[in-house]
Structure formats: structure tokens, C-alpha cells
């Protein structure tokens, strides 16, 4: 099924359109659900202007769940049709589905996020992206839902993404971390800390 959310922020549909920008280049996260549990993909993008972030659109899977028939389909559809930064996923069960995209010619795309270290690295920039206001998410029950069922525990460490309850599902949670660990991660001339959008061009194009 699809779905979305407006957690932190609330911004109305027409608000929210405006916000998006022309051809975004995307930035996918994915959290394979086990067994009982819910498999969700979400896609980033990056508002330059704003220098915010938003979310573009999300798939959440209720189980059981078919990786071939439901979420493979709907990935190929995903970087078949929109410019793709990357697709960051929890190697743990994606075998498969990363084999099936690899052969597809997508194999450069995929990024494995260690589920020891660099989730936690996700879970930090999630935190920070939302607190500070610069993550912007349209309204969805479904996704609000697994915001709720998330908690936040700090460590020495920083941030882990646990469940409140081990019967509620978070995927939606998990996999938008890994989104905004991509996206926040993407190198060029403007994710310089020197790039200003007053004083600098983005398209050769625009140049005098």
C-alpha cells in the first residue's frame, strides 16, 4: 500500500507541491520487514533553495509481504522513472532483491548501511533533520503511526531507532533514516559549505 506523514511539520498539499522541486533527484531507503512485520521504501529529495529536506513519496508493504511480485516492481519503477541518487538498505534478507537490480544495471546505486554503525550514524541525522525543523513530511496515518511506535534511545554513541512495542512496525521510520543518510551524504559544489544559492549557479545554463 502507499502511504505518508507529518511528523514535526505539517505543510497543506498545495504548500507542500510548491516545495518540490522540478526533476529531484531522489535518494531511496528500504527496511525489509521479517516475517510478521512490514517492509517500507521511502524517497528523499533536496530542496536547495530552502537547503530543507522532503519527503517525495513512500511504500509501505503489509505482511506477508512478496518481495518479487510487491517491492521489486515497485523499485524498478522508481529508477526506471526518476533520477536516483542511491538506494540504501539493510543487507540482512535483500540478497535477492539487490542481485535482482544489480543485473539490471542499477548495481551502482546500492548502498549496504551496517545495522551496528552506520544506522546509528541514520538515526542521528534523522533526529537532528526533524528537530531542527529541516525535514518536511506530508500527512499520512499510516507513517505517523510508525513514528509512534519509535522510540529514540541515546547512547554513547548517539541515536538508536527502537520499537516501543516488538508487535508494532517502525520500517517506515527505519527506512526514511536511511534515506536522509544518503541524501545528507552526497557530494558536488553544493553540499560545499561555501555554496550559497544567492551567490553561486547551479546549471551552466545560467550562467552570463
Excluded at 122 to 135: D, E, V, W
Amino acid at each position: 500500500m502507499d502511504a505518508g506523514i507529518s511528523a514535526y511539520k505539517d505543510k497543506s498539499a498545495f504548500e507542500y507541491n510548491d516545495f518540490v522541486p522540478e526533476d529531484p533527484i531522489l535518494w531511496l531507503g528500504m527496511d525489509i520487514g521479517i516475517k510478521r512485520d512490514t517492509t517500507a521504501i521511502t524517497a528523499v529529495f533536496h530542496n536547495y533553495e530552502e537547503d530543507k529536506f522532503g519527503l517525495y513519496g513512500h511504500w509501505i508493504f503489509e505482511p506477508p509481504v512478496n518481495m518479487v511480485t510487491q517491492v521489486e516492481p515497485r523499485l524498478m519503477w522508481l529508477l526506471e522513472t526518476f533520477r536516483v541518487g542511491g538506494l540504501l538498505f539493510d543487507p540482512y534478507q535483500a540478497a535477492t532483491t539487490t542481485q535482482t537490480l544489480a543485473v539490471a544495471g542499477y548495481g551502482d546505486l546500492l548502498v549496504e548501511v551496517n545495522q551496528s554503525t552506520e544506522m546509528v550514524h541514520a538515526a542521528n541525522i534523522l533526529h537532528a533533520l526533524c528537530t531542527s525543523g529541516r525535514l518536511i513530511l506530508y500527512k499520512d496515518p499510516v507513517l505517523r503511526a510508525h513514528f509512534s511506535w519509535a522510540n529514540d534511545e541515546q547512547t554513547e554513541r548517539g541515536w538508536h531507532i527502537k520499537k516501543r512495542k516488538q508487535t508494532m512496525p517502525i520500517d517506515g521510520v527505519v527506512a526514511l533514516a536511511m534515506s536522509c543518510l544518503g541524501i545528507t551524504g552526497e557530494t558536488g559544489h553544493m553540499q560545499h559549505p561555501s555554496y550559497s544559492t544567492k551567490s553561486h549557479s547551479r546549471s551552466a545554463l545560467l550562467l552570463p
